[in-house]
């Protein structure tokens, strides 16, 4: 079975910066990319970055783009999230998701999903 968990969410100042983790498992498991999703109460699940292993190709929704870094390793399944500047609205849930056959920003093209790990940002 398949298992993504993120960790590294909190607290943190406007202007500040958190680091995002995830950690792919399961004896099945292997990603052909990997994705960070996130939403705010009350609305849809959004795409923030992902990362297709092959050429370590980066997509970045524009909203974080030249904030945020996505970067991992795939012999080790796990993905990383660098929010730098953060501001009040990246408040949200964020989702840590993999794909089997896709490089896309679509929410539906993921075959697996973390929980998500709470970021909250203060003005």
């Known amino acids: 079975q398949v298992q993504l968990v993120e960790s590294g969410g909190g607290l943190v100042q406007a202007g500040g910066s958190l680091r995002l983790s995830c950690a792919g498992s399961?004896?099945?498991?292997?990603?052909?990319?990997m994705a960070w999703f996130r939403q705010a109460p009350g609305k849809e699940r959004k795409f923030v970055a992902s990362?297709?292993?092959?050429?370590?190709?980066?997509i970045y929704a524009d909203s974080v783009k030249g904030r945020f870094t996505i970067s991992g390793d795939n012999a080790k399944n796990t993905v990383y999230l660098q929010m730098n500047s953060l501001k009040p609205e990246d408040t949200a849930a964020y989702y840590c998701?993999?794909?089997?056959?896709?490089?896309?920003?679509?929410?539906?093209?993921?075959?697996?999903w973390g929980q998500g790990t709470q970021v909250t940002v203060s003005s």
């Open positions: 990362i297709r292993w092959t050429g370590d190709e980066t």
């Open positions: 399961g004896s099945s498991f292997s990603s052909y990319a």
């Open positions: 998701a993999a794909a089997d056959r896709s490089f896309t920003t679509s929410v539906y093209a993921y075959d697996y």
